[in-house]
């Protein structure tokens, strides 16, 4: 079985995700993938757990893209098409399946994603895309629990979404470029916040633990847990001393301390020294908190002063390569109008 998986636009790491967690998938054409399984529920199960999916459609198969086929298919009082290899016809074939109904309502498509999950849900619609082409027919059966995401993200016992701080769905997908299953597995966040990335990692099946230099942060932490019935060890520690508490852990993914905000470009070339040997020292210390193999998915924060583009990331090419294999690197991500932007490096410990 076929299905096509729409990603979200603004989620840089979607294709280090999809590469992590679905084996063949294809980029069909931008933020739009096409992957096989072995059936329905499976699909839907894998699209559910990513940070960037937004919603999931199935290949109609025997299906031609003609309005009498797709008519036949409609069962709800709303329907939309969307028209993915000639998005300005969409218009038309909606009009000419109503025409052949001689009921319902058409919901017109305003992009290419078809309807937003928000329309989705809040009206019973029966939604597919076709591509005249290719002849092929695509109906939506799942979308994002967008509901969910926005808890998260705004509505947590600490949550501020104007701190600077990961979105729920860039930490899921830090936690999906881990290429291992999470049962029985450890996933340990040294700098964990208000524990964004643990919530991530416990909601896919790890098993967490989590530490801070601040006891503020690690009580935040553990109220938003506790708001989702969740638990995890959680330690006031010195990322650099990770070994005194934490030992066989599977993977560290972590946002780790990027430096005061708002700085003025002449102050930057000053930060970044500081940054580079706090990275360091945890990056040699979480060597014996690993097990062999395990990973590190780690941000690096990279400045720009007007003159020069200052790369933490630097760090790790070095006697660094002689402990870790380089996985992936310049994967990258930061929010609109963000002074900072964040690189996302992929490590395994050898």
Same mark, same amino acid.
């Given at each position: 079985?076929?299905?096509?998986?729409?990603?979200?636009?603004?989620?840089?790491?979607?294709?280090?995700?999809?590469?992590?967690?679905?084996?063949?998938?294809?980029?069909?054409?931008?933020?739009?993938?096409?992957?096989?399984?072995?059936?329905?529920?499976?699909?839907?199960?894998?699209?559910?757990?990513?940070?960037?999916?937004?919603?999931?459609?199935?290949?109609? $198969? @025997?299906? =031609?893209?003609?309005?009498?086929?797709?008519?036949?298919?409609? %069962? +709800?009082?709303?329907? /939309?098409?969307?028209?993915?290899?000639?998005?300005?016809?969409?218009?038309?074939?909606?009009?000419?399946?109503?025409?052949?109904?001689?009921?319902?309502?058409?919901?017109?498509?305003?992009?290419?994603?078809?309807?937003?999950?928000?329309?989705?849900?809040?009206?019973?619609?029966?939604?597919?895309?076709?591509?005249?082409?290719?002849?092929?027919?695509?109906?939506?059966?799942?979308?994002?629990?967008?509901?969910?995401?926005?808890?998260?993200?705004?509505?947590?016992?600490?949550?501020?979404?104007?701190?600077?701080?990961?979105?729920?769905?860039?930490?899921?997908?830090?936690?999906?470029?881990?290429?291992?299953?999470?049962?029985?597995?450890?996933?340990?966040?040294?700098?964990?916040?208000?524990?964004?990335?643990?919530?991530?990692?416990?909601?896919?099946?790890?098993? $967490? @633990?989590? =530490?801070?230099?601040?006891?503020?942060?690690?009580?935040?932490? %553990? +109220?938003?847990?506790? /708001?989702?019935?969740?638990?995890?060890?959680?330690?006031?520690?010195?990322?650099?001393?990770?070994?005194?508490?934490?030992?066989?852990?599977?993977?560290?993914?972590?946002?780790?301390?990027?430096?005061?905000?708002?700085?003025?470009?002449?102050?930057?070339?000053?930060?970044?020294?500081?940054?580079?040997?706090?990275?360091?020292?945890?990056?040699?210390?979480?060597?014996?908190?690993?097990?062999?193999?395990?990973?590190?998915?780690?941000?690096?924060?990279?400045?720009?002063?007007?003159?020069?583009?200052?790369?933490?990331?630097?760090?790790?090419?070095?006697?660094?390569?002689?402990?870790?294999?380089?996985?992936?690197?310049?994967?990258?991500?930061?929010?609109?109008?963000?002074?900072?932007?964040?690189?996302?490096?992929?490590?395994?410990?050898?």
């Amino acid at each position: 079985m076929r299905f096509i998986l729409f990603v979200g636009a603004s989620n840089t790491l979607a294709e280090s995700e999809i590469e992590a967690q679905i084996k063949g998938a294809v980029l069909r054409q931008p933020n739009l993938y096409v992957f096989e399984s072995e059936n329905e529920s499976t699909a839907t199960n894998l699209a559910s757990r990513l940070g960037s999916s937004i919603k999931l459609a199935i290949e109609m $198969v @025997g299906v =031609a893209p003609v309005p009498t086929s797709l008519a036949d298919l409609i %069962k +709800a009082k709303n329907f /939309s098409i969307t028209s993915l290899d000639g998005f300005k016809d969409s218009p038309q074939i909606n009009q000419e399946i109503k025409d052949l109904l001689q009921k319902g309502r058409f919901i017109l498509p305003k992009e290419q994603f078809g309807l937003s999950p928000v329309l989705l849900k809040k009206h019973k619609i029966d939604e597919f895309f076709v591509d005249q082409k290719s002849e092929e027919v695509w109906q939506t059966i799942w979308i994002h629990d967008f509901e969910h995401w926005i808890k998260k993200d705004r509505h947590m016992p600490f949550a501020n979404a104007k701190a600077g701080i990961l979105p729920p769905k860039i930490a899921r997908s830090m936690v999906n470029l881990v290429p291992i299953g999470p049962i029985g597995r450890l996933l340990v966040d040294p700098f964990c916040g208000s524990g964004r990335v643990l919530i991530e990692a416990l909601e896919l099946g790890f098993l $967490v @633990g989590g =530490a801070d230099i601040l006891a503020d942060q690690v009580r935040e932490t %553990k +109220a938003n847990l506790d /708001s989702l019935g969740f638990e995890g060890r959680l330690e006031v520690l010195d990322a650099t001393h990770l070994s005194d508490k934490f030992h066989d852990v599977d993977a560290i993914v972590t946002e780790p301390f990027l430096g005061k905000p708002n700085l003025r470009p002449d102050q930057i070339r000053y930060l970044v020294p500081g940054l580079q040997k706090l990275y360091l020292g945890c990056l040699k210390n979480w060597l014996s908190v690993l097990k062999p193999g395990g990973f590190v998915v780690m941000v690096f924060p990279s400045f720009d002063d007007g003159k020069h583009i200052y790369k933490t990331s630097s760090v790790i090419d070095g006697k660094l390569e002689l402990s870790y294999n380089l996985l992936k690197r310049d994967i990258l991500y930061s929010r609109p109008n963000a002074d900072v932007r964040r690189e996302i490096v992929v490590l395994q410990k050898k």
